[in-house]
């Protein structure tokens, strides 16, 4: 992916996705939504990538949510279906995406900036970084499940705090709530997320994905999928399913020994 808003870059199994877009604290559009989405794609398809690094480009911001100049003009329609919809759409891929998602927190992140730190696995933050929900202060929600994955994370009541106070969370507090797991100074952010993947690289990687994929479904994250797949991937692994294979290919009854 050469286009520059979103940048995607792999290194042995390591992957990292690179927001590109400091100039305006990376805050997100249409295109860019795009271009994570295509980023999902193209690592979920990626048998050699293991683990992947999300992190924002320059040093004052992750991403300060949505570009508001995007959305703002919108008619209530278009903002459900091209805005707030295809913003679902394009974050849950992320979280639901297999291998496991270091979010690297290289400043603030703010309105959607949190919400898409959140669909990362493990979260490191730079120690200055800010984490906030503001939207009730231009009139509008959290729209990109703040109110939803966010609960989950680190409950109702410090949401509530968030998303109504419109309050700045720092680093160190964050962590304090669970938010983050770790805290670094702003020099050793990519180092740190960088040896982090590089040493979950080293585990086994189908290990680590079905890992990550049961505790999702605990979270009540796509469990029905989590659930059909592996059954059904362990049902394709037995005997009985070689032999339903062959016999529906010889136009005969199957003869099922129950393993």
């Not at 520059?4 to 990376?26: I, Y």
């Not at 729209?143 to 109504?164: D, E, F, N």
Request: aromatic share 4%.
């Amino acid at each position: 992916m050469s286009e520059s808003l979103v940048h995607l870059e792999r290194d042995a199994h390591v992957a990292t996705v690179t927001l590109n877009r400091p100039a305006k604290l990376n805050s997100l559009t249409p295109a860019m939504l795009d271009r994570l989405e295509l980023a999902a794609r193209e690592l979920d398809a990626d048998t050699d990538v293991r683990v992947v690094v999300l992190l924002g480009g320059g040093e004052k911001a992750f991403c300060v949510g949505a570009d508001i100049n995007e959305w703002a003009a919108l008619q209530p329609l278009d903002m459900w279906r091209r805005w707030v919809r295809r913003g679902h759409q394009v974050f849950d891929q992320w979280a639901r995406l297999r291998q496991p998602v270091i979010t690297a927190v290289n400043g603030h992140a703010f309105g959607g900036g949190l919400e898409l730190a959140i669909t990362g696995d493990i979260r490191i933050a730079v120690d200055t970084a800010q984490f906030a929900l503001p939207e009730a202060s231009i009139a509008t929600c959290p729209g990109w499940s703040g109110t939803q994955r966010l609960v989950q994370l680190i409950g109702a009541s410090r949401a509530k705090y968030l998303a109504l106070s419109g309050t700045r969370l720092s680093a160190r507090d964050a962590l304090s709530a669970g938010l983050v797991h770790e805290v670094v100074p702003a020099s050793e952010l990519r180092t740190r997320a960088a040896a982090l993947a590089r040493e979950m690289a080293t585990k086994a990687p189908v290990s680590l994905q079905l890992t990550k994929q049961l505790i999702n479904a605990a979270a009540g994250e796509d469990a029905a999928a989590t659930l059909e797949a592996m059954a059904g991937a362990l049902a394709a692994s037995t005997q009985d399913a070689t032999e339903g294979i062959q016999s529906f290919r010889e136009k005969r009854a199957p003869s099922y020994l129950g393993r």
